[in-house]
């Protein structure tokens, strides 16, 4: 008999005496069923990318690459129809410029500069004398350019062979006499939507994705058909429009298709990347200004500010005031997408927050045009390079008149896809407490015993009651100190005491409240003082003062730091100033581009162990949609 007979009688033998014990009725110990764990799957850093997009730029790299690839956040599209009108989305111009106060507000703002340069002292202990406009512009007006070259061999993009879409540095070099619309598919952070061509949502997320998929395949070389093995983090504003980032991360798993994605703040990835656990992140874009108190990898909701101003208007502004000085290149207009670049160059170059660099000075600039000749330009410039960036801190300088200038994090508006929202949560809690407490008063009422037990058990209902999680502040753990509709402690949208007014009445008198505070743009120090001031304990406001970090393009001025620092110690509140060792604010953190430093944060966080139950994978999507964001993302949704 071979072995496998032998085994195969000794299987007959053990089933046949297994049916005896049954018979019997012999109770065998009953062994817990063996439940394999979830294998840890590991996920390789170089099979994820990490998107931030920007509103002029996008900056997007694999999570293991030292830099980010960093290109226009731009498309041109080709006319599908001969003759069609040309549309091109602005880039320094926007709504609110042309009103009749804007010029006088313009000024008004200019004056508060000029007073604010003459007040600060330089390191000398002397007052900075002011330059004015008209001792520049005698000489720039006599400038003529000379010639460097009769070709400057810059050329406009090649669009013989008629492609269907252009993207990044070709769709700005696009001739304008060829049949292509540009767009600029973001905007102060948020989605780029309006009522001309390719306005739409569903066109607005077609460029995004046009866009994104070409720099995949042309810059981080990565075939589409390939993402299928790839996960995503992308990265959001602070305040961001739900709508929007459901869109887009419908967009990124089910028509891109990538295998899985995490959506997180780019406050919070702000301070993964600079290595720090608390912050008050300044974040400066091309476009928009985000504040946010970030504490231990938590965006605390109301320290959130977004304001409606960033470089672009720097880069505006610096142009006005060179037109007041004279500016020698005279045919400059923001209308022509490489002038608004060639301005763009110029305040990066010439423009400064240091008192020290004083008087009139002489520079030079090239313009490189293509079909032109390569040109030298001499200019003479005062008080304009330190002018133009104080706007930040002087916003009416920008004289931007009927705007909404800034927002808080305001409720969600409901969404039909995710039933389960804060609205609902704030429904059933405040009819859980009604129930709670006329239950406990029908049991005071109903207990026998006269005055004295009828106030004990009147107690005792009030004592279950405080069990219970009262008005919004602590409806569940995870959504504690996220409910607020304002920034100012303790206002909860329905509190325990506000049960009775109708939602729609308090939100309407919270309107009224907001109207005034969001036309006003507050200048870049006093948002700094304002989102700290909205922390909850004066520990989180000590350490907030202690650890300011700037991130963004839009404050890389030579001597910005000591600036703001000057700015937030003279206006912090005196009781603070004893309680705060030492106010810090930090631009270069590890002496890295603080334009980097959000998408360096995303790398980070791929790398992360916490970060393995935030992934929402592409089956999980299309079976739960939106309600998977509320479940895994690392703020509350």
Known sequence: MTQADKEQDNGKEKEKEKEKEQQRGVKRPIAP????????????????????PGSRMLRIGRATDTLPVAVPHVIARRHKQSGQPRHEDAWLLRGGLNKSESNEQRQNGLKMVDQAIWSKKMSNGVRRTPVS?????????????????????????????HPPHLVGEEAVFVNPSDCYNVHWPMVRGQLNLHTGPGGSLTAVLADLETIWSHVIQKHLEIPLKDLKYYRCILLVPNIYNR??????????????????????????????GSGLSSACVVDVGDQKTSLCCVEDGVSHRNSRLSLAYGGSDVTRTFFWLLQRAGFPYRDCQLSNRLDCQLLQHLKETFCHLDQDMSGLQDHEFQTRFPEAPALLYQVRLGDEKLQAPMGLFYPTTFGIVGQKMTSLQFRSQGDSDDPHDEHYLLATQSK???SSKSAADRKAVSRPGGGLDGELSSQGGMGELSDLPRGCGSSGGGMQGEMELLPAQGECL?????????????????????????????????????????CAS?????????????????????????????????????????LVDNVEVITRP??????????????????LDTTQEMWIHQREWQRFGVRMLRERAAFVW
């Open 432 to 434: 859980q407490d009604q």
């Open 590 to 607: 590890k002496d890295m581009d603080p334009r980097l430093i959000s998408w360096k944060g995303g790398a980070v966080l791929a790398c």
């Open 243 to 272: 709508q929007h980032i459901k869109e887009v991360v419908n967009m990124l798993l089910l028509n891109m298709g990538f295998s899985a994605i995490i959506v997180h703040q780019e406050s919070v990835c702000a301070t993964f």
């Open 494 to 534: 329905m509190g325990a005491g506000e049960v009775e007014e109708p939602l729609s009445a308090h939100v309407s008198r919270k309107s009224a409240i907001m109207s005034q505070f969001e036309s006003k743009a507050l200048g870049l120090d006093k948002a700094v003082l304002h989102s700290i001031d909205c």
């Open 33 to 52: 069923p063996v439940v394999p764990e979830p294998p840890q799957e590991q996920i390789q850093s170089n099979f994820i990318v990490v998107i931030h």
């Open 133 to 161: 406009a008209e001792q520049a512009r005698a000489y720039n007006c006599q400038i003529r350019p000379a010639v460097l070259d009769s070709s400057s061999r810059v050329k406009w993009t090649n669009t013989s062979h």
């Open 538 to 578: 004066d520990e989180t406001k000590r350490k907030m003062y202690s650890s300011i970090l700037v991130v963004g393009g839009g404050l890389m001025f030579h001597g910005a730091q000591e600036f703001l620092l000057h700015r937030i110690i003279n206006k912090m509140p005196p009781s603070f100033r004893r």
